[in-house]
């Protein structure tokens, strides 16, 4: 593909508007508040938990078990998770019209979301080294 089509075709929008329907690209509206409130707030609750529940095994009891490990890498699974939706606020942001986007506008956060996503499946179906590759299926 040439780069003159290549950028005709992202200069297109990602989605015909309906009828009657005037696209907005420069400025789309945006709910982006509520995203921060609900991203932000999950998060914090999140680190509340994880920081009371390492407080009393750790240091109540001292003692650090499997669960705790894991625990903390579920924590950072879930930051992983928070960072893509903190990058969807940023571009193209939260209840946008996909007809108020341009097919360029996408690119970013598809490409986050994607990498995250494959991040997840290869970090949860990764085989036993005792066992055969039968919990990839």
Known sequence: MSAEALATLLAQPALPAPPGVTPNFDNPPKSN??????TTLCLVIATICLSLRLFARVWLEKKM?????????AYGTYCGTAYV???????PGYFVHTWNLRNEDLIRPLYVSESHLWMLLFSSSSPDQNRDLTGLV
């Open 33 to 38: 508040t509520i995203a921060w409130v609900v």
């Open 65 to 73: 078990r499997a669960e705790e490990v894991l625990m903390i890498c």
């Open 85 to 91: 939706a903190y990058a969807w606020i940023y571009s």
